[in-house]
């Protein structure tokens, strides 16, 4: 049997925020001026009572509506979060008991940002083929609002809430006449990047701050320790470090070339980046997909909305082959191979 996905939905909070709120607020920069350099207009944002596991369960009730899978029948539940709901338990046991998904069902958290999607495919595709279970609900649920400062443009413009739920089935397939529908998997990560986005205080390293001081950088923008941190600069140019490199492996692993893909779906981080990615990679524009500007970086939930947004439009259709590349914070990075196939959205 091999591992299939076999639907997505995704659920975003009721309250935007538009870059003409953002632009009354940072007085220098202009909606205009964030759109052409985010690409992104709006951002939705969680109430300050509505958590990752609100977030997940809607997108998963979503999902059991469109009946493509009885809750009965999901046998193992990833749930990949930054923001859990609690330190202990997991909000996978939260989601589980909140669906009513059978007891019988196995469930965990795992802590990524913006590779997490990636990875977790990679985590269902193993658990499916080697016999562990056979419908793996993948859900990808942040809230990084929460970790936000209200004077910080430099993430509040970029950073988005939601949640995606992913449906993976072990599936028979016709290897003679079909490539796997999901893989092989190139992983990456660089620790050394831990720094450069970050929450640090909170943790056990530093349960409270020490300092409850408020930092201001040279651009004025203001945070305490117990805020997201993030420098941009850095993180570009990893980015254009390790996508294209990552990008490569993955051709040479499946023998395949950019001609061979159809659909290109990196994590959508924000317009500039992949403006650059595109060119530095020479993918043709009309294979690469950029599907921020209403929901905003949504960090591990960014690929699961494009490829179910995609699906929905049409751009993408069954037996295409769509490259899935996710990129962020540790650094950590992964990428795949997708084999669409009817159902998928
Ligand atoms: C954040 C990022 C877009 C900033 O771009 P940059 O060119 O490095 O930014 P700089 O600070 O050098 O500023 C360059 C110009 O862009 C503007 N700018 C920077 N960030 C902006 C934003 N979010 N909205 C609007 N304008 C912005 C600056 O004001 C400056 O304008 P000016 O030339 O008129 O003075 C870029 O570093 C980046 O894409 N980093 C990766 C971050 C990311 O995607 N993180 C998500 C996790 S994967």
């Not at 930092?215 to 294209?244: C, K, W």
């Amino acid at each position: 049997m091999k591992a299939s996905i076999a639907a997505i939905t995704y659920r975003l909070p009721e309250a935007v925020l538009s870059n003409d709120e953002l632009a009354a607020r940072f007085s220098d920069w202009s909606p205009e001026k964030i759109q052409e350099k985010t690409g992104i207009t709006e951002r939705h944002i969680a109430r300050r009572d509505e958590c990752a596991s609100d977030l997940a369960v809607e997108a998963c009730q979503k999902l059991f509506e469109s009946n493509i899978c009885r809750r009965e029948d999901i046998d193992y539940l990833l749930l990949c979060t930054q923001t859990p709901d609690y330190f202990l338990p997991t909000t996978a046991c939260v989601v589980q008991d909140r669906l009513g998904l059978p007891t019988a069902c196995g469930a965990l958290d795992f802590n990524l940002g913006c590779s997490g999607f990636v990875y977790g495919l990679g985590l269902a595709k193993g658990l499916v083929e080697t016999g562990q279970a056979k419908n793996v609900l993948l859900v990808t649920a942040e809230t990084y609002s929460k970790f936000i400062h209200e004077n910080d443009r430099s993430v509040r413009t970029i950073f988005g809430d939601g949640a995606a739920a992913t449906l993976i089935q072990a599936v028979q397939i016709d290897e003679e006449i079909s490539d796997e529908p999901i893989g092989p998997f190139i992983y990456g990560t660089d620790g050394r990047g831990a720094k450069n986005l970050i929450v640090p205080v909170g943790g056990m390293r530093e349960r409270v701050a020490s300092d409850s001081g408020m930092q201001a950088d040279a651009f004025g923008n203001e945070r305490t320790s117990a805020n997201i941190y993030m420098n941009g600069g850095e993180i570009f140019s990893f980015t254009l470090r390790a996508v294209p490199k990552a990008v490569d492996q993955l051709l040479e692993k499946t023998g395949l070339d950019l001609d061979d893909v159809d659909l290109v779906v990196f994590h959508q981080a924000n317009r500039y980046m992949l403006d650059h990615l595109q060119k530095k990679i020479k993918i043709p524009e009309d294979k690469f997909v950029i599907a921020m500007e209403q929901v905003g970086n949504t960090v591990s939930s960014t690929i699961p909305i494009a490829l179910s947004d995609a699906a929905a439009s049409g751009r993408l259709k069954d037996g295409q082959r769509v490259m899935v590349v996710g990129f962020g914070v540790g650094y950590s990075w992964a990428a795949t191979i997708i084999r669409w196939r009817m159902g998928c959205q």
